[in-house]
């Protein structure tokens, strides 16, 4: 792997913003292909990150941090990629269900998702089952995914599956998560998918869309 790529990974994978936007400028300027950025330093450095948060090697403020010296380093990368008509291979939407405001671990797999390549339309917090449904039909994603943290809001997350479903959309698969929710829970309303952390969320969300 190219040296200047090397260092991008290592400064997203500890979170350092400042050199990881210099990086992706010296690669840039050295004419290593978008791509290849993309693929060789950004999606193995989170996926990286990923792996070190399941196995309880870095916490919530780690990858917080790596996350964020990823998005510098996209601001630079996606208006060139756009103008190169270089597209995420997948499409992702995801928010928090109504009643709920918490937004950490949805954004947190939100740019885990990014890091992996996906295209990720994120709807915030508090919204609403026909919200997820007008997005659904806009964007055609391969994934949905839906967060909650209070136990209270699992009926809306219940809900809005059930809405979902009942769209009848020509794809994608429900993903959901957040602390309350389990596996058993998930069986019960019929997602596709649960995941218990963010990094767990990228290998699940590529394996379905793998599966579409």
Excluded at 166 to 192: S, V
Aim: charged share 20%; proline share 5%.
């Amino acid at each position: 792997m190219h040296p200047i790529l090397e260092q991008l990974a290592n400064s997203v994978i500890i979170g350092r913003s400042k050199d990881a936007k210099a990086f992706t400028q010296q690669a840039l300027d050295a004419s290593i292909p978008l791509q290849q950025i993309v693929d060789d330093a950004l999606v193995r450095a989170m996926g990286i990150v990923g792996e070190k948060f399941k196995r309880n090697e870095i916490f919530v403020p780690e990858m917080l941090v790596a996350a964020r010296a990823m998005k510098e380093s996209m601001i630079l990368l996606e208006p060139l990629l756009a103008k190169a008509g270089i597209v995420p291979k997948y499409t992702a939407v995801i928010g928090t269900v109504q009643g709920d405001l918490h937004d950490i671990g949805k954004n947190l797999v939100a740019m885990m998702w990014k890091g992996a390549n996906f295209r990720v339309i994120d709807l915030g917090t508090n919204v609403d089952p026909q919200k997820f449904i007008d997005a659904a039909k806009q964007h055609n994603p391969d994934l949905i995914g839906l967060s909650a943290l209070l136990t209270t809001t699992m009926p809306a997350m219940k809900a809005t599956v059930a809405a979902l479903k009942a769209a009848n959309l020509p794809k994608g698969k429900i993903m959901i998560g957040g602390a309350p929710i389990t596996q058993q829970f998930a069986d019960e309303i019929g997602a596709d998918a649960y995941t218990a952390d963010a990094g767990s969320a990228v290998e699940k969300a590529v394996e379905l869309v793998g599966a579409n």
